[in-house]
């Protein structure tokens, strides 16, 4: 059963997460929004926005989807 609710919330999550962000700020604010339900989101986001501005490459913290290519600003 819990290997099903992880399957589920998994295919929730890459559905519900936005197709791409043009920036790395806008990837930030979707991050935040779609991780509302956890209590260490604004963190994750925002370190995951920092390694963004660096790199270009935003990691979702809670889905590991890669954004290449996305604008340092």
Known sequence: MRLLSVLVFSLVCLV????????C????AHCKQDGSRHPDAD????AAGNACM??????????GKVWRGVAKR
């Open 43 to 46: 963190a994750k986001c925002s």
């Open 54 to 63: 660096q790199s270009g490459n935003f990691i979702g913290p809670y889905t």
């Open 25 to 28: 700020s806008q990837a930030i």
């Open 16 to 23: 519900a997460w936005p197709a791409s962000a043009e920036t």
